[in-house]
């Protein structure tokens, strides 16, 4: 099928629908998108989150082993 017969067949669908479509296919990209720019590739994505949460994923990393007295190191530190 071509690209152009698939927006034929979409222009078919209700405004609901092609609004599902549209919603689908822009979290595909999303999660696509970062996947390829994710500072950590083999952090496992939780399928049930949205893909901009997902993608948030793996920004922060904690540089101590315990991750509460790194909290509450931020924590002291943005309330001094």
Do not use: C, F
Request: no cysteine; aromatic share 6%.
């Amino acid at each position: 099928m071509t690209l152009q017969e698939m927006q034929n067949q979409a222009m078919q669908l209700s405004i609901g629908d092609r609004w599902r479509l549209v919603q689908a296919l822009l979290g595909s990209i999303q999660q696509e998108a970062s996947s390829l720019n994710s500072p950590q590739p083999n952090v496992n994505l939780i399928p049930n989150l949205d893909p901009w949460t997902q993608s948030l994923m793996g920004v922060i990393q904690l540089d101590t082993e315990n991750p509460t007295e790194s909290y509450v190191d931020y924590l002291e530190e943005k309330y001094r």
